[in-house]
């Protein structure tokens, strides 16, 4: 039988990507530069919701260690699955819970077909994606949590831009020239 990896989570197709960062790593606060994506995932989306939690708790049966030993009350250590609608200020994360992925090394990103997309306007903050998930314990510091490694990501369609990026369509029309000689 394959090794089935519990901590492993593909998101459903109606998960939407904020603070898309999958092209080039960036260092947030000094640190470590690193790929990362903010995962917007529907309230109603009850499969990839307890597949997360199902991830998030063996991530915690495996990393008893770093945790000195003993299984931790959820209570008392930082989860990732988080509620949009307390936690932020944004309609785009409402009627969401969120998990903030990040990892050092680049995902591949890929179209419905499963080929690589190399144009880097395809993927952006607000299109609707397909993203691997890994969640692992973390004890560092004097925190203590399960964190969410970003594995791949495969686009399933265009959305509305989050962040307040258009584009050029949608904010220029076509200029008739007069004259056809200038």
């Known amino acids: 039988m394959a090794n089935v990896n519990r901590t492993k989570v593909i998101t459903g197709k109606n998960t939407r990507l904020s603070y898309f960062h999958g092209w080039e790593p960036v260092s947030i606060n000094g640190g470590t530069e690193k790929y990362s994506v903010s995962v917007l ?3 109603d989306d009850t499969e ?3 597949a997360i939690n199902a991830a998030v708790d063996a991530a915690i049966e495996e990393g ?3 945790f000195g030993g003993k299984k931790p009350n959820k209570g008392a ?4 699955l988080r509620d949009g609608d307390e936690e932020r200020d944004d309609d785009a ?3 969401h819970y969120f998990v ?3 990892s050092t090394t680049a995902p591949q990103i890929v179209d419905k077909a499963v080929k690589p997309i190399l144009d880097r306007d395809e993927v952006y903050s607000g299109c609707y994606a397909r993203v691997s998930l890994n969640f692992y314990a973390f004890n560092s510091n004097g925190n203590r949590g399960i964190a969410c490694g970003l594995g791949n990501i ?3 369609r265009d959305g509305e831009y989050l962040g307040g990026r258009t584009s050029a369509t949608d904010d220029f ?3 008739e020239d007069d004259d056809f000689l200038a």
């Open 154 to 156: 495969q686009k399933i």
């Open 64 to 66: 008893i260690a770093k």
């Open 41 to 43: 995932i529907p309230k």
């Open 48 to 50: 990839t919701i307890n």
């Open 173 to 175: 029309s076509t200029v």
């Open 77 to 80: 250590i930082k989860l990732p």
């Open 93 to 95: 994360y409402k009627g």
């Open 100 to 102: 903030n992925a990040n």
